[in-house]
């Protein structure tokens, strides 16, 4: 069996159309696929977690003089006010991914 066989699927382009190896008709034929329901759900999520962590960038941004100002903080301190909050999405990222990496590396240990 050629990878051709595996490959194709009713609507594929014949061979002969300029895509010369298999990795050019995947790409063709996965581009041509509908997103799901599904998908559609897992772009939302990531769009509104986007949405709140640029808000939360945007908005110290503009807070950060008035901030400074009020509580009479050197540029020094101010910048160490601005990296927390990068420190925050490192911190919020890597407690959240912890268990699904501690899952699979205990799943890939198993023996079969």
Same mark, same amino acid.
């Given at each position: 069996?050629?990878?051709? @066989?595996v /490959?194709g699927a009713?609507g594929?382009?014949? /061979? &002969?159309? &300029?895509l010369?190896?298999?990795s @050019?008709?995947i790409?063709?034929r996965?581009?041509?696929?509908?997103l799901? *329901?599904?998908q559609h759900? /897992?772009?939302?999520i990531v769009a509104? +977690?986007w949405l709140? @962590? *640029? %808000?939360?960038?945007? *908005?110290?941004?503009? %807070?950060? &003089?008035?901030?400074?100002?009020?509580?009479?903080?050197?540029?020094?301190d101010? &910048?160490?006010?601005?990296?927390? *909050?990068?420190?925050?999405?490192?911190?919020?990222a890597?407690? %959240?991914?912890l268990?699904?990496?501690?899952? +699979?590396?205990?799943?890939?240990?198993?023996? %079969?």
């Amino acid at each position: 069996m050629q990878a051709q @066989d595996v /490959i194709g699927a009713p609507g594929d382009p014949p /061979i &002969g159309n &300029g895509l010369t190896n298999t990795s @050019d008709r995947i790409v063709a034929r996965l581009e041509r696929l509908p997103l799901t *329901s599904y998908q559609h759900g /897992i772009f939302a999520i990531v769009a509104t +977690a986007w949405l709140f @962590d *640029s %808000v939360d960038l945007a *908005s110290l941004t503009f %807070v950060l &003089g008035s901030i400074r100002e009020e509580f009479g903080l050197s540029t020094r301190d101010a &910048g160490l006010l601005s990296s927390m *909050s990068f420190i925050g999405m490192f911190l919020g990222a890597s407690i %959240v991914a912890l268990p699904p990496t501690v899952s +699979a590396a205990q799943l890939c240990s198993r023996s %079969v």
